[in-house]
């Protein structure tokens, strides 16, 4: 089981860190995405962890601002992000993928999270 959570209301420009805990399994057995849907929009993939592997991707619109990282004592993957646009307004969600295969496209993952909703006001 996956658990999203640090979304919230934010002015353009500012900064958030969401948190993605795993309950049941080790997230360093696993690559953990971050994807995000905005309203009447497919799901975009963002970023991905594969802390076992020890790499790191991320989606070219957000290449610059946002950062991945996991904590395995705390068995918690963390997307910080800063200089954040109202563009990046959406659901976030954490997926999880059990062969350590960093993915950013839905459908392929084997856990999901239920999702944080990330509001950045212009």
């Known amino acids: 089981q996956l658990q999203a959570s640090g979304g919230g209301l934010v002015q353009a420009g500012g900064s958030l860190r969401l948190s993605c805990t795993a309950s049941g399994f080790s997230l360093e057995d696993y690559a953990i995405a971050w994807f995000r849907q905005a309203p009447g929009k497919e799901p975009e993939g963002v970023a991905c962890i594969s802390p076992g592997v020890g790499s790191i991707y991320y989606a070219d619109p957000v290449k610059r601002g946002f950062a991945i990282s996991s904590d395995n004592v705390k068995n918690t993957v963390y997307l910080q992000m800063n200089s954040l646009k109202p563009e990046d307004t959406g659901v976030y969600y954490c997926?999880?993928?059990?062969?350590?295969?960093?993915?950013?496209?839905?459908?392929?993952?084997?856990?999901w999270g239920q999702g944080t909703l990330v509001t950045v006001s212009s």
């Open positions: 997926a999880a993928e059990r062969r350590g295969i960093c993915l950013l496209v839905a459908g392929v993952h084997d856990y």
